[in-house]
């Protein structure tokens, strides 16, 4: 056969928003189908794919078999098609294909396998050359023609292989695929005129093969579709107030035209004829013309053919992935759904019965059973009207509801709606137990501007118009106070028994590889305990740190959070302690992180010292008008991966636990932990707790803490040069000589000529005392104008790492430096002048 230049579009990958219009030959797409490309996959693998990673698999790139409007692969959009393509994907598992359009077909083809093809169940692609190029309708025609030679009952096809815009996945096959192609090319290519010329009318759609009066629900039926009329708001009101026909009339009037039958309608836009169906008593439309924006393999509602029709333009760029409610062209219909008067009429209908709707009073089967009918079965029942209440709501003399803040509060108590929005007593601010429940969808947990902005709107909207901002959030915040809860409470106090198996004191042992020490068992068991006596008990004393020092992965974090989840937090840094940032993010949390302490400075060592030393926090919260109080009710946790120290002060330690891990605990790491475990050592910490358990170390334990704290001091290089400037001789006239002679001795041990006879001591002596700008000045030989706090702050830091060195707390005035604090040597304490 000839061959002729055919137009395609190719893609990478069907998630291409653009396709690169192109040519082929028939001898180049041959050769594609005999060099398919090959997946590394077994047939076994592929078939335990989920359906989203075969996707990914079979996304070898595609092509359409024609050319494509601005590059755009969607209805409409067709300008030719070069050939036909036909995915034939339940074929009887006893018929050869091949042989089969070998015997049957007089024109030229190639058929090859699909990804997915077995023996047990055949998948075939089917490419039919054609003499010349179609139209989008021309090719609807065609193709279901050529189907019906196939297989007259087109039962071998995907119904929707028909549509002209649809692409196929180039050739591929699996490493033990059953991969198969034939061609027969030395027939003549297909003449499209011939086939249509077997219609009397081929832009009937009606005559086409595959399509009856009731073609549409063989793709959605009653069943699956749900009624338009029931959707939520002005898209309901929309399509209560528009069947399809009065929509057309309406709003589409120049888009489609009345068919052969009331059921059909002809888009005006094509070539083909009555490919509008018309079902569900009006309410759905399905298009089967080629050309129609809205013949799209689905039944559409007024609102979205109308929507479809007047703004599906505005989806040209919309990503894939977007939700439906918010492409453009819905906003865009909403908008106009809105300001339609007959929806808005039908919508107004709705509001006016609205609160009947909503409450609709419960039956004698579904009263709720008391106390007393359980006990006195022979006692007649009486069950009250529970929507009772809303004739206690005041009215206006037109029957609108007056705004009184008793209005509002018995709203927000009985609506069933809204009755579930509580106070957290745990996060000091309002909840939703049953989002649900509401009538709008949450942006993120908790309580937000967004919900309150709902809120007025749907008390707005059900109780007719009814809107003041202020008095509602003071009815809200009383009646959500008077339904309070407390999470982590009701979790533990919903607890299993402990079972009497010891966890809780080896935990960091058994999971994060920490040593087996009494200490490491004390300071994890008392962690945990103290967490759940602030639980009950807030504002407990109680400042101590676990801290848990190892390498990055160890799980370090995972072990907090795995036991608190969802009370827990790794966002709190010490940046946040400067304000009340801090002590916002201790809010509703059981176990808040402090991480990466390596590096703190002294200046900021106190801060933290002091926060994490509260018992309480005192702050206005966002958007408050008064300054709360609030006890702590959870612990502070750290963690770090610094191996050489993490703590720069050299005092003021005993607040942190150190405690060291490598994450190779016996019992696997934590997310090995399951729930049961844990509930389980929540129970053991509550039976400790029960017992009494202290929560601060004394004895033995507290001499472990302070040696793995010193331990945990941060190493500082410069400890060693300051350990020798302090232990060198110095001359009995030291104090005498000047910045730059003082250097030069502790540099060379030898002083300049004319020194070396001042004053009457000849002797050499070691220094009992010296103050930080010596150091500075004289060790590091610097100026001491240029020494700044953080400086002072680390010399002190490093003095404190020296054996045998002390402050004394005093001031002393000092040749060169005037005025300033005294470290003295222990061995040779003395009474240091002021």
Not at 512 to 522: H, I, K, M, N, S
């Amino acid at each position: 056969m000839k061959n002729r230049e055919l137009k395609i579009a190719t893609a990478t990958t069907r998630t291409s928003s653009r396709w690169a219009n192109t040519h082929t030959t028939l001898q180049d797409l041959t050769a594609k189908a005999y060099d398919p490309t090959t997946i590394n996959l077994t047939q076994t693998e592929y078939q335990k794919l989920p359906k989203s990673e075969k996707d990914k698999h079979k996304d070898v790139g595609g092509f359409v078999a024609g050319h494509l409007k601005h590059g755009r692969r969607r209805k409409g959009h067709i300008l030719t098609r070069s050939f036909i393509t036909l995915d034939l994907d339940s074929i009887p598992q006893n018929i050869d294909l091949p042989g089969n359009l070998a015997d049957t077909v007089p024109y030229a083809w190639l058929a090859h396998t699909t990804l997915s093809h077995t023996t047990d169940s055949p998948r075939w692609r089917i490419w039919v050359w054609l003499q010349r190029d179609v139209t989008a309708d021309e090719y609807c025609a065609v193709a279901r023609r050529v189907a019906q030679d196939i297989n007259p009952g087109l039962a071998w096809f995907d119904p929707t292989t028909f549509e002209p815009e649809r692409f196929f996945y180039w050739p591929a096959t699996l490493t033990d695929g059953d991969y198969q192609s034939h061609v027969s090319s030395k027939k003549d290519a297909l003449n499209p005129d011939d086939y249509l010329d077997r219609y009397d009318t081929w832009q009937d759609v009606t005559t086409w093969p595959g399509i009856t009066p009731d073609d549409a629900e063989a793709y959605e039926t009653k069943g699956k579709l749900d009624d338009p009329r029931d959707k939520p708001g002005m898209l309901g009101a929309f399509n209560r107030a528009y069947t399809i026909p009065k929509a057309i009339k309406a709003f589409l009037h120049e888009v489609y035209k009345p068919g052969t039958t009331t059921s059909r309608y002809t888009y005006t836009g094509g070539t083909s004829s009555n490919g509008l169906i018309i079902y569900n008593g009006g309410y759905y439309a399905y298009s089967q013309h080629a050309t129609d924006p809205a013949a799209d393999g689905h039944s559409h509602s007024a609102f979205d053919l109308v929507r479809i029709h007047k703004y599906g333009d505005l989806d040209t760029d919309t990503p894939a992935g977007t939700p439906a409610n918010k492409h453009p062209s819905y906003l865009a219909m909403m908008e106009f759904a809105n300001n339609d008067p007959g929806t808005r009429t039908e919508n107004a209908k709705q509001t006016a019965e609205k609160i009947n709707d909503v409450f609709q009073p419960i039956t004698q089967t579904e009263a709720p059973t008391t106390k007393e009918t359980t006990e006195d079965p022979k006692k007649e029942e009486t069950v009250s009207d529970p929507y009772a209440w809303l004739q206690e709501l005041e009215t206006q003399k037109d029957g609108a509801f007056k705004d009184t803040i008793g209005n509002f509060e018995l709203i927000l108590t009985h609506d069933p709606r809204f009755n579930h929005i509580a106070w957290n007593s745990h996060a000091n601010r309002l909840e939703v137990q049953d989002p649900q429940a509401l009538p709008w969808k949450q942006v993120s947990p908790g309580w937000t501007d967004n919900d309150e902005a709902q809120l007025k709107i749907h008390i707005a909207r059900t109780y007719q118009g009814l809107y003041a901002p202020t008095k509602m959030n003071d009815a809200l915040l009383a009646t959500a106070t008077a339904r309070a809860f407390h999470p982590v409470r009701d979790y533990f106090n919903h607890l299993p028994p402990w079972d009497g198996t010891p966890r809780l004191d080896t935990l960091l042992i058994d999971t994060l590889g920490a040593d087996d020490t009494d200490y490491t068992r004390a300071v994890t068991r008392k962690t945990f305990v103290a967490a759940h006596r602030r639980t009950f008990w807030p504002g407990t004393k109680f400042d101590q740190v676990l801290t848990l020092v190892g390498p990055q992965g160890a799980g370090k974090s995972t072990i907090f959070n795995r036991m608190a989840d969802p009370w827990f937090s790794d966002s709190l840094t010490i940046t946040d302690m400067k304000d009340k940032t801090a002590a916002e993010k201790l809010a509703g949390n059981l176990i808040v992180e402090l991480s990466e302490l390596a590096g703190m400075r002294k200046a900021e060592a106190e801060p933290v010292k002091g926060f994490i030393s509260r018992t309480e926090d005192k702050y206005r919260p966002a958007y408050g008008r008064n300054v709360h109080t609030y006890p702590r009710q959870g612990i502070i946790v750290g963690s770090t991966n610094a191996d050489e120290g993490f703590l720069r002060d050299t005092t003021g330690n005993r607040r942190w636990w150190p405690v060291h891990v490598t994450g190779q605990g016996w019992l696997g790491n934590p997310h090995t932990l399951d729930q049961n475990t844990i509930d389980q050592l929540w129970a053991e910490a509550r039976t400790r707790d029960h017992e009494g358990e202290k929560l601060y170390l004394t004895g033995d334990l507290l001499h472990a803490a302070e040696h793995i704290q010193a331990e945990s001091v941060e190493a500082d290089d410069r400890v060693g040069i300051v350990q020798e400037y302090l232990d060198k001789t110095l001359p009995d006239n030291w104090d005498m000589l000047p910045l730059g002679v003082r250097r030069i001795w502790l540099d060379e041990e030898t002083l300049p000529e004319q020194y070396r006879q001042v004053g009457t001591k000849t002797g050499f002596s070691q220094r009992v005392n010296v103050s930080k700008i010596e150091i500075w000045a004289e060790c590091f030989g610097r100026d001491p104008e240029n020494m700044r706090k953080i400086d002072a702050y680390e010399i002190t830091a490093i003095i404190g790492q020296i054996d045998g060195w002390e402050d004394s707390g005093v001031q002393r005035r000092l040749p060169i430096y005037g005025k300033q604090r005294i470290f003295q040597r222990v061995e040779m304490r003395m009474n240091v002048p002021a």
